[in-house]
């Protein structure tokens, strides 16, 4: 997946394999403050109100992130992971409890180069091409899966007794609980979270000290119809099976399942499917806090929890933003991010800490596209033409004058397996579709609205109508402590240019007005 949202931070992955981050920083979790810096007397935690290019050179390419509450996890294209961030609770998986930059080889998962990662609050989860799963970090709610209550401070196997020998395709993981597919036997896995109440949250009868351990949902969940992927919220989770339709289980306090009501369910429920999202249904889903994100196959956004939707309910248009044409979602804690066909990055949400990467603090409800040098995501739609040109560049004819038809076929060979994430044959859906893979891609009909620049009278800041929509509830989830980290310090960060409204060059595409990147020295619908 090519964004990673943690709590009030960002990471976004671009075409070209760059790393930008912005929002929250005071552990390192966007990747822009290494070890030295921590030991630097004059060092003290910030944040980035803008997006700032990560310094991942010479390492492998990024092709997959995931965030947790003050961490990041990356896999790069050679198999091997990156943490970085608070490492309290050894989530990043590091020699040292402090939050420096941290590489995970191969070797550290027997030799297996690893395919997919998630996060849930303070642990880490990654899956290997074998279908084995390792992870570390906070365990006292089982959500480590080890058969106990304790914490994981280096990257630790998961029993594949677990899952009766059977390879894992796909994981999720939500703020103390964890999901697992074998898609071999279409059998979904859970385990995690506190056993003090019967709310649900791993869709499955609750038996004492069993969330320390995976355990099979039942096998007819879901009318025995092939999972396709999973997403994981607070206390709840979401699943998308290949009929297109969601289903959901677990706490229900904030409508956060969709099912029309406020009541909990402890078994897997089915939401909708074409139905209601048109046709295919349900491409992909993101969970976190209260709150459900839904992406249609026909690339439009729905929404549902935070009390603002019990049922999904589309983001409707607005002068910002047209809800069409979106290939990838992304939930954070109190903010949110997606990505259209075009590569073109939206954000809203809270933006406390610079997590929209508008350069303010401001909160937005809806959408607004953020100004980047390159486009967002992976495997964009012109990747088909860049393999016909591979294509014909290799023909001994067509491609004669080309540095192709002279290189060793070791080098062909090489340049040709770096175009794309090589994945095992048996991946999950599901994971294909977080890195580009899957072949229902939505058309590339970029609109005028879409492209046109944003008039100097739509850059105004937020308005007080807006700001109305960040209820009391939405401003509970930020805690003192988040608070404290936008000290007036900290405010000093906001230069007289930062703090004005956002322009009409930072609204062009690629203004020669914005911020050339530098390499880091160191609602009703929000979010």
Not at 97 to 121: Q, Y
Not at 268 to 285: H, P
Not at 369 to 391: K, Q, T, W, Y
Not at 451 to 473: F, G, I, P
Request: aromatic fraction near 8%; proline fraction near 4%; glycine fraction near 10%.
């Amino acid at each position: 997946m090519s964004l990673s949202l943690g709590n009030l931070f960002t990471n976004v992955i671009t075409e070209h394999g760059n790393i930008y981050g912005f929002g929250q920083n005071s552990h390192g979790e966007i990747g822009t403050v290494h070890f030295r810096d921590f030991e630097s007397a004059s060092f003290r935690p910030r944040m980035e109100l803008r997006p700032v290019l990560i310094d991942f050179q010479g390492k492998s390419r990024p092709v997959m992130m995931a965030a947790g509450s003050r961490h990041t996890v990356c896999l790069a294209q050679d198999g091997s992971v990156w943490t970085w961030g608070n490492n309290a609770f050894g989530q990043t998986s590091g020699v040292l409890s402090t939050d420096a930059e941290n590489r995970l080889p191969i070797s550290l998962f027997d030799g297996k180069p690893v395919i997919m990662v998630a996060c849930g609050s303070a642990f880490s989860v990654v899956l290997t091409g074998t279908g084995q799963v390792w992870n570390c970090g906070m365990g006292n709610s089982g959500e480590l899966g080890h058969g106990d209550s304790e914490s994981k401070t280096t990257m630790t196997l998961l029993d594949p007794k677990y899952f009766a020998g059977k390879p894992v395709t796909s994981i999720a993981a939500g703020f103390n609980h964890t999901m697992a597919l074998c898609s071999t036997e279409n059998t979904l896995y859970t385990w995690g979270c506190t056993t003090d109440d019967d709310s649900g949250f791993l869709g499955r009868e609750k038996i004492p000290t069993d969330h320390e351990i995976p355990l099979a949902v039942a096998i007819n969940s879901f009318n025995n119809i092939e999972i396709i992927s999973m997403s994981v919220g607070h206390d709840f989770g979401v699943v998308v099976t290949a009929d297109g339709a969601i289903w959901a289980c677990g706490k229900n306090d904030e409508g956060q399942l969709g099912l029309g009501d406020c009541e909990d369910r402890v078994f897997f429920e089915r939401v909708a499917g074409s139905e209601l999202f048109g046709d295919g249904g349900v491409r992909m889903t993101s969970c976190q806090a209260e709150r459900c994100m839904v992406l249609s196959k026909i690339g439009k956004v729905w929404i549902c929890g935070r009390r603002s939707a019990l049922v999904p309910t589309q983001l409707p248009n607005t002068r910002f933003f047209t809800n069409a044409r979106v290939v990838t979602i992304s939930s954070g804690v109190s903010h949110s991010a997606l990505i259209k066909n075009n590569g073109k990055l939206y954000t809203w949400g809270m933006g406390m800490c610079g997590a929209l990467g508008f350069g303010n603090h401001n909160n937005l409800p809806m959408p607004r596209m953020l100004p980047l040098p390159e486009r967002v995501g992976h495997n964009l739609m012109h990747d088909a033409n860049r393999a016909i040109c591979f294509a014909l560049g290799n023909n001994a004819r067509l491609g004669e004058n080309t540095f192709y038809v002279s290189a060793s076929a070791e080098i062909v060979m090489l340049m040709y397996t770096a175009l794309r994430f090589k994945l095992p044959v048996n991946t999950a859906p599901g994971l294909r579709i977080l890195l580009g893979f899957d072949s229902e891609t939505i058309e590339n009909d970029v609109s005028a609205d879409d492209e046109q620049h944003v008039s100097a009278d739509e850059e105004e800041h937020v308005s007080e109508d807006d700001e109305e929509h960040v209820s009391t509830d939405e401003e509970e989830h930020v805690s003192e402590d988040e608070e404290e980290h936008v000290s007036a310090d900290e405010e000093e960060h906001v230069s007289a240019d930062e703090e004005e409204h956002v322009s009409e060059d930072d609204e062009d595409h690629v203004s020669e007005n914005w911020p050339h990147p530098q390499y880091a020295s160191c609602d009703n619908f929000l979010a």
